[in-house]
């Protein structure tokens, strides 16, 4: 059983065009997030999200939108892909840190974005 | 500067041999997670530290921290090829969450 998983696992794509990736995840956790992972191995967050808030990192763009229809998943969809989008996009899970003190934070496979 | 740093960042040893990985974050630690990634795969949890002092092992992976020099070690007894890859720490700054900050990596080989 997967515990994070996203999909697709390689995505390239044409400069210009909007594309989501999709994560879900079986574990109940209440918060997920996603990070992007650049061509040196730097994993930066970009957001933070449960039925609570949304924290956005301040130096994403507009154009990276995370939506999540429920609990279990959240999406990364991105307008307008330029060349600097392509990274590999991590989505993670974790309990909330106020009702346990469970902390580990769960990692999907990532997605290879490429865009060309 | 970045706020976590992790050195060295590429290390090749000899199979067999102990080696040790620094992560140094220039903030104030709430606990500090070790991953592992596979090249070209996902982030494995090696372990999670949360108190100074604390010492946690995994296999032949051991980890500490140290509160006071807001810096984690870990290090890996007598490698073996299986132990290759690229070791990431993140830390939390903060207590209201699980955002993580993440170090630029060490990348490991060990020859056979």
């Known amino acids: 059983d997967t515990a994070v998983s996203q999909t697709p696992k390689y995505l390239v794509t044409q400069m210009g065009n909007d594309k989501s990736i999709k994560c879900e995840q079986n574990?109940?956790?209440?918060?997920m997030y996603w990070y992007k992972q650049d061509s040196k191995k730097f994993l930066k967050i970009m957001f933070s999200?449960?039925?609570?808030?949304?924290?956005i990192n301040e130096t994403v763009p507009n154009r990276f939108s995370p939506k999540s229809p429920d609990k279990a998943h959240l999406n990364l969809h991105i307008n307008s892909l330029e060349l600097g989008d392509s990274a590999v996009y991590f989505c993670?899970?974790?309990?909330?840190?106020?009702?346990?003190?469970?902390?580990?934070?769960?990692f999907g496979q990532g997605t290879r974005l490429t865009v060309v | 500067s970045q706020e976590l740093e992790q050195s060295p960042q590429s290390l090749i040893v000899q199979e067999g041999k102990n080696l040790t990985i620094n992560c140094t974050s220039s903030?104030?630690?709430?606990?500090l997670y070790w991953y592992k990634q596979k090249y070209g795969e996902g982030l494995i949890f090696l372990m999670m530290?949360?108190?100074?002092?604390e010492e946690k092992s995994h296999e032949k992976i051991t980890a500490k921290l140290d509160e006071k020099k807001q810096q984690s070690s870990l290090h890996i007894t007598a490698s073996q090829p299986s132990h290759a890859g690229i070791y990431l720490c993140?830390?939390?700054?903060?207590?209201?969450?699980?955002?993580?900050?993440f170090g630029g990596g060490t990348r490991l080989m060990v020859k056979p």
């Open positions: 993670a899970s974790s309990q909330d840190v106020a009702r346990t003190k469970n902390t580990e934070a769960f």
């Open positions: 993140g830390a939390l700054h903060n207590n209201a969450g699980n955002m993580l900050t």
């Open positions: 903030k104030t630690l709430y606990g």
């Open positions: 574990l109940g956790h209440d918060t």
């Open positions: 530290l949360q108190k100074g002092g």
């Open positions: 999200y449960n039925n609570k808030e949304l924290i």
